[in-house]
């Protein structure tokens, strides 16, 4: 009789203080905020099922009715058959089953193997996942509760993080105990430890396998159970391997908060041992919600849709990058034609709006008339494309059309706020255009913020400013670096670090090598070939090899208003053929009546060497007199 209630008083439940989800959301703030208690999150199953995830007792019913299946079982005997061939099976815990359900389902390793990582590869992060990647990698708060224990296979924590967290934060994932000596506590990078393996490497699913976690690892992770506050969430505490771990772990004198998120109590010896670390429980079980009122919180905001449009748009910039070192590829016939033919295919491919943007950027070379109607057409389709409106802005800067330029740039900057090249072509011509030279520069910090990715085309734009507004070589000169380390093959950059090394540092050395690697980076480039030119003209006179180039430049684009007045220029002043010149001149200011060298030196020309004063007044150009360098070292915008 006595030992019968000495076994009934062992068996009593044990029942932890319970909170509401409220309050977990208050107390979690304000210890981030307030107190900097950091925290350690252990996620099982439940929280991937609304990522399309099965939850342990969800994959036994699964198997359970497969093997049902399986044996040429049908009708409505199920519930004795489960009784017949799994007797311990509980219907209200149906995740007590699990590895012994498994087993029979899937006997061989293999098919054990193949089954998680198909189960795995169903899921995609829900929003209580995308909630945490913004937490764990948030830059205020990230660094207090950056760590993740989880007993899951899925990749969906991982997959968050670089979906939905910030790009400097991408995660450390330790799959395998061969890791653990990676773990630390304070690390600035999320931290996934996957304590029954990952999918794709000897998942752990079986008693033997999971009675206990690799000695290396677990003293590795107990600074987390002695140090940082726990929060278990959508975990059912049924692993021998993980409740044994905790109950080793030594008890700091001093031990932070733990916190079973659960409507149900846990199982008997795991509460035993949260009753010892005096845990709470969070009266909820839904991981979302849970997330969705820590981001109230903290005042975390949701995601901003541009994100998703910055990546599509870097992705088909790359293409179009892609397409033109194609076009100037130097390789075998074969080869070119190849890689020429493949590009079609997937231009074919490409979204409405990018397609819109190719066509009217290859029309804008030989029928700019067209290539505004073209324009037009696509954001009248598309009116929230960023690349049509962006491109269509230095389309029209270029035209003339100030005001309607301007409202683009501001037209991409509302939809997406930081985005550099945007940023970057909107201070150029706040610069060049409006004369605002702070607002400029406002422009061009934000593009080069150091929180953001390294753009090269806004870093060398913000050098140029530096040097050129600013006086200051020495911060250009940093800039200018970074640019190029950002991508050496970036033929802007390499033409602007040019001209700041002839022209400020006065090292022609240095300027030549670079405009060499201009011209090697895009060989059928027009403007990079009209910068070495000029350079051999005015700083080498290498009259001969610039003369090559020139001739380069018009062959790469027949109808170039520049070339054709460059080269013209070059014929009239070193060559003296004059009537070639004058071909030129009056080829350029036929494809393009507003070219400004152009109109300057057709009009010197006809004064100087035609006599004509008169005719030489009606070509005389809006602007101050315009040089060749001056033209070199214009700022250009990155479509």
């Known amino acids: 009789m006595a030992a019968r209630r000495k076994q009934a008083i062992k068996s009593e439940p044990v029942e932890l203080p319970a909170i509401s989800i409220r309050e977990f959301a208050g107390r979690f703030s304000n210890g981030v905020r307030v107190s900097q ?42 519930k004795a058959w489960i009784g017949a061939n799994f ?65 899951n296979f899925d990749d969906l924590i991982a997959d968050a993080l670089y979906l939905y967290g910030e790009r400097n934060a991408r995660p450390l994932v330790v799959t395998h105990e061969a890791l653990a000596r990676y773990v630390r506590t304070n690390s600035p990078r999320p931290t996934v430890v996957k304590l029954h393996g990952d999918a794709h490497l000897d998942p752990k699913n079986l008693q033997p396998e999971t009675r206990e976690i690799d000695l290396g690892l677990a ?41 079973w998120v659960s409507k149900r109590e846990p ?4 509460a035993k041992w949260l009753h010892q670390r005096n845990a709470l429980r969070v009266d909820h079980t839904d991981f979302d919600q849970l997330m969705h009122l820590i981001r109230r919180a903290l005042n975390i905001e949701l995601l901003d849709r541009s994100r998703w449009t910055q990546i599509g748009d870097t992705y088909y910039e790359a293409f179009d990058r892609l397409r033109e070192e194609i076009d100037n590829v130097k390789a075998s016939a074969e080869d070119t034609q190849a890689l020429q033919a493949a590009t079609s295919e997937a231009a074919k491919t490409l979204p409405d709006d990018w397609s819109y943007n190719r066509h009217a950027g290859e029309l804008s070379k030989t029928d700019k008339e067209q290539a505004e109607k073209t324009y037009r057409e696509g954001l009248e389709r598309f ?62 910090k934000q593009a080069t913020d150091d929180a953001g990715p390294k753009n090269a085309h ?35 950059t390499l033409s602007a670090y040019a001209g700041f090394q002839s022209d400020t540092r006065h090292d022609l050395d240095s300027a030549e090598i670079l405009l060499r690697q201009a011209v090697e980076a895009e060989p ?15 700083k080498r006179q290498n009259l001969d090899e610039a003369e090559a ?62 006599k004509d004063p008169a005719a030489a007044k009606r070509y005389a150009p809006r602007s101050e007199a315009i040089s060749k360098g001056g033209i070199k070292k214009s700022k250009t915008e990155q479509e």
């Open 458 to 492: 806004s870093l060398s734009s913000y050098a140029r400013f530096l040097n050129e507004i600013r006086h200051a070589p020495d911060k250009a000169e940093i800039l200018f670096k970074l640019a190029v380390e950002a991508d050496s093959k970036h033929r802007k």
């Open 383 to 444: 009116p929230d494309s960023i690349v049509l409106n962006g491109n269509f802005a230095i389309f029209l800067k270029r035209k003339g059309d100030y005001d309607e330029a301007e409202a683009r740039y501001r037209k991409v900057l509302q939809i997406d706020p930081n985005r550099q090249t945007t940023l970057t072509n909107y201070a150029i011509f706040l610069e060049e255009i409006r004369k605002n030279i702070d607002g400029a520069e406002a422009l061009h």
């Open 267 to 270: 199982p008997l010896p795991f």
């Open 37 to 78: 208690q950091p925290f350690t999150w252990f996620l099982g199953a439940g929280c991937s099922k609304s990522s399309g995830i099965l939850d342990a007792g969800g994959l036994v019913e699964k198997w359970l009715k497969e093997l049902f299946e399986l044996q040429g079982q049908s009708g409505a005997g199920f």
């Open 549 to 610: 180039h020139y001739k380069e430049a018009i062959k790469a684009e027949p109808r170039n208003a520049k070339s054709l007045a460059f080269y013209g220029d070059f014929l009239e002043t070193f060559r003296k053929d004059f009537e070639q010149a004058e071909s030129l001149y009056k080829q350029s200011l036929e494809a393009d009546p507003n070219e400004e060298f152009a109109l300057q030196a057709y009009s010197d020309f006809l004064k100087s060497i035609r």
């Open 87 to 151: 007797p311990s099976f509980e219907a209200k815990n149906p995740s007590l089953s699990y590895a012994q359900t498994f087993a029979r389902r899937h006997p061989s390793p293999v098919e054990r193997q193949r089954e998680i990582e198909m189960i795995c590869s169903r899921g995609e992060p829900a929003y209580g996942y995308a909630t945490l990647a913004q937490l764990l990698s948030h830059k205020d708060y990230g660094r207090f509760c950056n760590t993740v224990l989880t007993t």
């Open 524 to 538: 059928k480039n027009v403007n990079g070939l009209l910068d070495l030119a000029i350079f051999l003209e005015s």
């Open 219 to 259: 003293k590795q992770l107990y600074p987390f159970l002695q140090d940082h506050a726990l929060i278990f969430v959508g975990y059912g505490g049924n692993d021998e391997s993980i409740l044994k771990f905790v109950q080793e772990c030594p008890i700091p004198a001093l031990a932070p908060p733990i916190y």
